[in-house]
């Protein structure tokens, strides 16, 4: 079987939690990607809400077991020598959809072809196929040390606990339910004193509450560094939990940026003329510049907050971007006063605030 050789590797990838529209949510997953020629295999299938089955949520024996198949230490688990390489990110339910390989050895060699999408025991190659991917050629050797480095107990260093830091007020308490929700830890604490130094290296994240002023954030700092840990910090002084559970998944990205599809989100303001029957009100426009680097869907999503506090949510763009920089234009009437960007893909979210 003539082919060239790809590269084989590994990376840390996650499928971002959140709280969408409608009271939806979805589930936070920390998994091990697989990088071809130096790009994750995810990358190349647009739009498609799957991990690996290396995920670090399931037990140690499976992560192992999982490990051993792509092996081929054992048996295929489907028919015609295919393997499960993405699935369902919510269930193991082959009938949610999955994409699947046929994995065989030549020689010393492992080889990765005829990719299909697969919801039953058979694939249609005909009908299901993914024309133009693979075959893939790997060097036996990279391809079996890549594997045995993942450690028995699932993705290295994965940390899906945050720390709340602040008075044990009604924000902090939505925020932690959201985030328990779609399987974050979440622990509330006015400060970080006396905290264990296993415990501290537990945490992924701090998110710092509108009470925490300057000296308790300094302090929070500097326990975790005395611990060695360099713990992402994000602002929650934003009163609107779906923001605020988008900027703490941006925060628990632990994928290498060069290796990431939604790069950049940034809002781009003008002064814009509101003119109605009565009068004509000054209000800020905007457009979102929104980067990706390979064609995926994107989902876009502003929070302001109006009068009394309260929270007003609008959907403003849901497409198929191709690679590179986008400008979206966004109603002026959506930007006004305190307000905020969401940029959401499979695999990733960003979040932005729109200044004036």
Not at 195 to 216: C, K, Q
Not at 277 to 289: I, L, N, Q, Y
Not at 337 to 353: D, F, N, P, Q, W
Request: hydrophobic share 45%; aromatic share 6%; glycine share 10%.
């Amino acid at each position: 079987m003539p082919a060239e050789y790809a590269t084989f590797g590994l990376t840390p990838a996650i499928r971002a939690g959140g709280l969408l529209s409608g009271g939806d949510h979805q589930v936070h997953r920390d998994f091990v990607d697989f990088v071809v020629d130096g790009r994750p295999l995810l990358f190349r299938l647009c739009d498609l809400d799957a991990v690996s089955p290396l995920a670090s949520d399931i037990p140690p024996a499976i992560f192992t077991a999982q490990i051993r198949s792509l092996l081929l230490e054992t048996e295929a688990p489907l028919p015609s020598g295919r393997y499960i390489v993405y699935g369902c990110p919510d269930c193991e339910d082959l009938a949610c959809g999955a994409v699947t390989a046929a994995i065989e050895r030549d020689g010393e060699d492992y080889i990765w072809r005829d990719f299909a999408w697969q919801t039953g025991e058979h694939a249609d190659l005909e009908r299901d196929g993914y024309r133009g991917l693979g075959p893939f050629r790997f060097r036996g050797a990279d391809y079996r040390a890549a594997l045995a480095a993942l450690p028995a107990g699932g993705a290295q260093g994965t940390r899906r606990r945050v720390l709340l830091i602040g008075a044990r007020v009604a924000l902090l308490a939505r925020l932690a339910a959201a985030l328990r929700t779609i399987g974050v830890g979440a622990d509330i604490a006015h400060d970080a004193d006396g905290v264990p130094a296993d415990e501290l290296r537990g945490y992924g994240a701090v998110v710092f509450g509108r009470s925490a002023g300057p000296a308790e954030r300094d302090a929070v700092r500097a326990a975790f560094a005395a611990v060695g840990v360099d713990v992402p910090c994000v602002d929650g002084r934003a009163p609107i939990v779906p923001l605020l559970v988008a900027r703490t998944e941006q925060a628990l990205d632990r994928s290498p940026p060069e290796q990431r599809r939604l790069t950049a989100l940034t809002a781009l303001t003008a002064l814009t003329a509101l003119a109605s029957s009565a009068s004509a009100e000054t209000a800020a426009g905007a457009d979102a510049e929104v980067e990706v680097t390979s064609s995926c869907r994107v989902h876009l999503t502003a929070y302001r907050v109006g009068r009394l506090a309260r929270t007003h949510t609008r959907e403003v763009f849901d497409g198929v971007l191709e690679p590179g920089r986008h400008r979206i234009p966004l109603d002026p009437r959506t930007v006004r006063g305190e307000s905020y960007l969401v940029a959401r893909t499979a695999g990733a979210v960003l979040t932005t605030a729109v200044r004036r």
